[in-house]
């Protein structure tokens, strides 16, 4: 295959890079990244001085592997001191985006016009491999505004591949049901218990949604499948309510990049060409192909921010071998569960998501709540609350009998009215249901943060 990259406002844009050998791939990806080491190192404060304190020159980066040697960049460094990483001259920041929150102080990242020509690129990418095409019409039901990049990456994503766009957000279910109707998308982007919600509020109004014209569902936020790729109930509550098969995406705010699955939903694909990805273990080793550990990256070609080897406390695994799409770049797992989330309960290591999943599969639960808890011997415990209009005491049974199956989890389970649960999921007007409440004391000796 012939490989040729063009210019756009300096972004290097390599076409057909995704079908090189690995060598091929690996040697543009090492041109990419000395010029982000260069980069960070050259205009980066906060890079200037880590690179300065570990004797490091990026002149001495002469393999891939050689990225190994730097040190991680973790959350923390950038909630400690956020504008030690802006690398470009104030005037030159386009937009401003922040996380969540999720995970104590939101951060910021400053984006250039190119960084989001970047951006653009890297959804073009992703909203490919479902096959999207301009000649498709998609509906963004997630929310634009309030500095999410999310919403904006696949607005701008879309227009540069060519597609067409209606931009609604996920604020209002009938609004999104009444222009599915009327416009007649053939995508959508949503988050999928939004996809749920509509379905439900498409019945209440006597509407079929598995006829509607969408096609192509492309999900955010929530993973929809297991770690063997089967989806979760989620994902099969999203699929047979509008009777399509969907996709995966995962993105990362600070990276500004995301990771999407083709046709053949067998992994997240990686873009070569902005971004090396990663899995470490809890030292820091990196891991082999299937091992689950943490997510890090490091994009390549940003200008506003650049990180390197940055820690995203997602775990997944990596998959190396070709696609069956015939894509040889590197693939990740679905999302398993959050680092700082990890449970381990009688020597069994889960995530929190793993006992959601299982809960979500059982009949007539309504709501729920998990919460893990440091016992009197200082470990972890896991204590279930279950809303349910069941009275029978047999529902108790069945629920431990299917979190030891699914789960591999013996817990305390509470049956609750779902209207006391709900108390619980919103207590400090939370905006977001709390299905995950950690109470652990962090005192254990030896528990990694
Ligand atoms: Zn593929």
């Known amino acids: 295959m012939v490989l040729w990259f063009y210019f756009t406002m300096n972004l290097k844009i390599f076409k057909g890079i995704d079908y090189l050998k690995p060598q091929e791939q690996k040697s543009i990806q090492l041109r990419l ?81 190119r960084d989001l020509e970047r951006l653009a690129e890297n959804e073009k990418k992703s909203f490919g491999y479902t ?136 992994g997240l694909h990686s873009h070569p060409d902005l971004v090396i990805a990663e899995i470490v273990d809890d030292k820091g080793n990196p891991l082999k192909d299937g091992e689950t550990g943490e997510l890090v990256v490091t994009p390549l070609q940003v200008e506003g921010m650049p990180f390197i080897r940055y820690k995203t406390g997602d775990i997944t695994f990596k998959i190396s071998e070709k696609c069956r799409c015939g894509r040889t770049s590197l693939r990740i797992g679905p999302i398993i569960g959050r680092k700082h989330q990890r449970l381990k309960v009688k020597g069994v290591t889960l995530y929190p998501k793993t006992i959601e999943n299982a809960l979500l599969e059982i009949k007539d639960i309504i709501n729920y709540q998990v919460e893990a808890y440091t016992g009197p011997d200082y470990t972890d415990h896991v204590r279930v609350l279950v809303g349910t209009d069941r009275k029978d005491p047999s529902f108790q049974k069945t629920v431990c009998d299917r979190l030891k199956a699914k789960a591999r989890l013996t817990p305390e389970v509470k049956i609750m009215p779902p209207k006391e649960i709900e108390k619980e999921l919103y207590k400090g007007g939370s905006r977001k249901a709390l299905t995950f409440k950690d109470s652990r004391s962090g005192l254990k000796p030896g528990r990694s943060a």
């Open 33 to 113: 990244l000395k010029n982000t080491l260069q980069r960070a190192y050259s205009t980066s404060p906060f890079y200037k001085k880590a690179f300065a304190k570990s004797g490091i020159n990026p002149d001495n980066i002469k393999k891939l592997e050689d990225l190994q040697r730097l040190p991680f960049t973790t959350k923390n460094y950038l909630q400690k001191d956020n504008w030690a990483f802006l690398s470009v001259p104030k005037s030159k920041v386009a937009e401003i985006v922040a996380t969540t929150g999720t995970t104590g102080e939101p951060v910021f990242i400053a984006l250039t016009e």
């Open 131 to 266: 096959g999207a095409t301009s000649e498709d019409l998609f509906q963004i039901a997630v929310t634009s505004d309030n500095l999410f990049i999310a919403g904006m990456a696949y607005y701008r994503g879309l227009l540069r591949l060519g597609a067409g766009v209606v931009r609604i957000g996920a604020q209002n279910a009938g609004r999104n049901l009444s222009l599915i109707k009327k416009l007649k998308p053939t995508g959508m982007v949503a988050v999928p218990s939004f996809m749920v919600a509509l379905a439900r509020h498409a019945k209440e109004e006597g509407l079929s949604t598995r006829n509607a014209s969408l096609k192509k569902i492309v999900l955010i936020g929530e993973s929809i499948r297991n770690p063997d790729f089967s989806l979760t109930s989620l994902g099969k509550l999203v699929e047979d309510a509008w009777g399509r098969k969907c996709f995966s995406t995962y993105g990362i705010t600070e990276a500004a990049l995301s990771f999407c699955e083709c046709i053949y939903r067998n």
